[in-house]
């Protein structure tokens, strides 16, 4: 079985710029969920969704980052506009009803 | 929120030896899982724990639900160079319902096995 796909795996762009991270969750799967890993911080949640449904947002970090859930089968977290302390690898998960997450391979990302 | 202490940060050991790392946290806890990291990939869950006391293996590791529900640890058994890695303990968010559909993570622990 395919496994959560991220798009793209890396992305550089200098700061000011728009910045679309993609991510296709497995198949049946009902919760997506967006992860930043630094260094610094670990890993820290941004958003997760419920049948396309965003649950919470808390862990987005501003205004700048923003998810959306248009279908079952596709998400995106968007940047804009970017900085250079939003350099991290972004990762995305799924799982179905109360089960472990599943995650993709991330999107390491930096900002010039 | 809660928080997980997850120790050590990081271990250098010899290719054969076991390993062991393990992980607190403030509040109970009614799920514990421990992912693994490679290199330039995503996390990968290796165990989940679902009861208290609970020890479960998977091959080489094994893993354990402390009685107290506020810890749990991991063992790696005979380390192999493809052990290295980055390994996570996490439990739910929501510690009343124990779901593990929001997870918290702990800060990891660097495991590299020498030849």
């Known amino acids: 079985d395919a496994g959560v796909i991220q798009s793209p795996r890396h992305e550089v762009t200098e700061m000011g710029q728009e910045v679309t991270l993609r991510c296709k969750p497995i198949s049946g799967h009902d919760y997506l969920f967006w992860y930043r890993q630094t260094m610094m911080r670990g890993l820290e949640l941004l958003i997760y969704f419920n049948n396309n449904v965003p649950i919470d947002d808390s862990g987005m970090p501003e205004d700048r980052f923003s998810a959306k859930m248009p279908n079952a089968s596709f998400s995106t977290l968007k940047i804009q506009p970017s900085e250079p302390r939003d350099s991290a690898v972004y990762f995305c998960?799924?799982?179905?009803?109360?089960?472990?997450?599943?995650f993709g391979d991330g999107t390491r990302l930096s900002i010039l | 929120g809660q928080q997980l202490n997850q120790s050590p940060q990081s271990m250098f050991i010899q290719e054969g030896e076991d390993v062991s790392m393990n992980c607190t946290s403030s509040?109970?806890?009614?799920?514990w899982l421990w992912y693994k990291q490679d290199p330039g990939e995503g996390p990968v869950l290796l165990i989940a724990?679902?009861?208290?006391?609970e020890l479960t293996s998977n091959g080489r590791l094994t893993a354990q639900f402390g009685i107290t529900r506020k810890d749990s640890f991991l063992n790696i058994s005979a380390s192999i160079p493809s052990d290295v890695g980055i390994y996570f303990c996490?439990?739910?968010?929501?510690?009343?319902?124990?779901?593990?559909?929001?997870?918290?993570f702990g800060s990891g622990t660097q495991l590299t096995v020498l030849p």
């Open positions: 998960a799924s799982s179905f009803f109360n089960q472990p997450q599943h």
């Open positions: 509040s109970i806890f009614n799920t």
């Open positions: 724990l679902y009861k208290a006391g």
């Open positions: 996490a439990g739910p968010v929501d510690i009343s319902s124990g779901s593990a559909r929001q997870l918290t």
